[in-house]
T-cell receptor, first 113, second 110 residues
């Protein structure tokens, strides 16, 4: 069964460093999402991406964040200058069309020290 | 006020018991999702529903659109059902982003 993959599974970085989290959505999917979950809290929406552009973003998704789909398969989330409060599990998700269930990747645990 | 509220937050039961987790929401939705999150953190989609009832094995999900309420039932619960169950709604506007409840931690004791 096709699945969403994410790399790395765990990333440790120092405050102020740039990180890139990578996702490979399911190949025929059209809508892509990033969510995050701070330890002990609920999952929060960050950004959605469709037709090679951001379709919606949350208040969390400020100028420090960016997304890209550079080559038609990878979908990346970049945090330019990480802060301690960026420590969280980041999930990528994709759907084939607007009326289909979302498939989640296994997540990347980001730890900012 | 949270857009998606789940109850209970924690639930402990004995193997074999019938389990019910409830979800109420306050926004217009195109669909409601029930998700399962295991201790390792991964999220698995259990159901997506916009009306009525769906069944998969021992799991049953129902939704009442007029009352903005959904329930997830587990029949003949088993210790392997222990996980966090999350209700999430897809807005009927915009990009189908999900808005999540805080989750229900279910523990089934043998």
């Amino acid at each position: 069964e096709p699945e969403v993959t994410q790399t790395p599974s765990h990333q440790v970085t120092q405050m102020g460093q740039e990180v890139i989290l990578r996702c490979v959505p399911i190949s025929n999917h059209l809508y892509f999402y990033w969510y995050r979950q701070i330890l002990g809290q609920k999952v929060e929406f960050l950004v959605s991406f469709y037709n090679n552009e951001i379709s919606e973003k949350s208040e969390i998704f400020d100028d420090q964040f960016s997304v890209e789909r550079p080559d038609g398969s990878n979908f990346t989330l970049k945090i330019r200058s990480t802060k301690l409060e960026d420590s969280a599990m980041y999930f990528c998700a994709s759907i084939r069309d607007s009326n289909y269930e979302q498939y989640f990747g296994p997540g990347t645990r980001l730890t900012v020290t | 006020k949270n857009e998606v509220e789940q109850s209970p937050q924690n639930l402990t039961a004995q193997e074999g018991e019938f389990i019910t987790i409830n979800c109420s929401y306050s926004v217009g939705i195109s669909a409601l999702h029930w998700l399962q999150q295991h201790p390792g953190g991964g999220i698995v989609s259990l159901f997506m529903l916009s009306s009525g009832k769906k069944k998969h094995g021992r799991l049953i999900a129902t939704i009442n659109i007029q009352e903005k309420h959904s329930s997830l039932h587990i029949t003949a619960s088993h210790p392997r059902d222990s996980a966090v169950y999350i209700c999430a709604v897809a807005s009927n506007q915009g990009a189908q982003k999900l808005v999540f409840g805080q989750g229900t931690r279910l523990t089934i004791n043998p």
